[in-house]
């Protein structure tokens, strides 16, 4: 499994780093990264951490000043998204399965809080969401009126449907008119559908 996406701070972070090591031909320090973005020592300790885990950066000696050095080979997670399960677009399912790996390129913002999901079931194809696609989802807890949500229903069962607030409570709209809408007081959003992948 890969790890996160970088955030938008480790991306200007380590285009900091390769920028300097270019133009200096040395790498920075802690205090001279700190010092470019008006933060403390501290604070970019804990980024600098990350970007080592993700194989963004290569540390050497741990006593040297300047051992923070451009990954030749970039972060790992550039374009990878995990896949964390199948999502139902019928009756629900459980949502967590054994996680798969997605690479992509150009679907994911910087720093985007975004899974996937496969869909299974034919309850969204007049949204052209059909069973096998697969969904990117950012990860939110709220959601606006009409937006295709992952729903999470009592007992741990997740569903994609349409997202509405009524009075009463919340329907969440299937994208098919032979089915009806689940109605349920309250439910939990765990994100937003963004994108759909379809493999032909």
């Known amino acids: 499994m890969s790890p996160t996406p970088l955030t938008r701070r480790q991306r200007e972070i380590l285009t900091f ?3 300097f090591v270019e133009e200096q031909g040395i790498s920075p320090t802690l205090e001279e990264i700190a010092a470019h973005f008006g933060v403390n020592k501290v604070t970019i300790f804990g980024h600098v951490r990350e970007l080592e885990r993700k194989g963004a950066i290569t540390k050497g000696d741990r006593h040297t000043s300047r051992s923070i050095q451009p990954s030749q080979e970039g972060p790992r997670d ?4 995990q ?5 139902a677009a019928g009756a629900p399912i459980e949502t967590i399965e054994d996680p798969e790996e997605l690479s992509l390129q150009d679907l994911v913002p910087p720093g985007g809080e975004v899974y996937a999901l496969r869909v299974k079931g034919d309850s969204m194809i007049e949204d052209a969401i059909c069973d096998g696609d697969l969904v990117l989802v950012e ?3 709220e959601a606006r009126d009409g937006e295709t949500v992952v729903a999470v229903l009592p007992g741990e069962e997740a569903t994609l449907k ?3 607030l009524e009075g009463d409570g919340v329907r969440l709209q299937p994208a ?3 089915m009806e809408p689940i109605k349920v007081p309250t439910v939990e959003i765990r994100g937003v559908v963004v994108s759909v992948i379809r493999q032909i």
């Open 78 to 81: 550039q374009a990878s998204v």
């Open 83 to 87: 896949i964390l399960g199948r999502i």
């Open 162 to 164: 349409r997202f509405y």
């Open 139 to 141: 990860r939110r807890e």
């Open 176 to 178: 098919n008119s032979t």
């Open 17 to 19: 780093i390769t920028e």
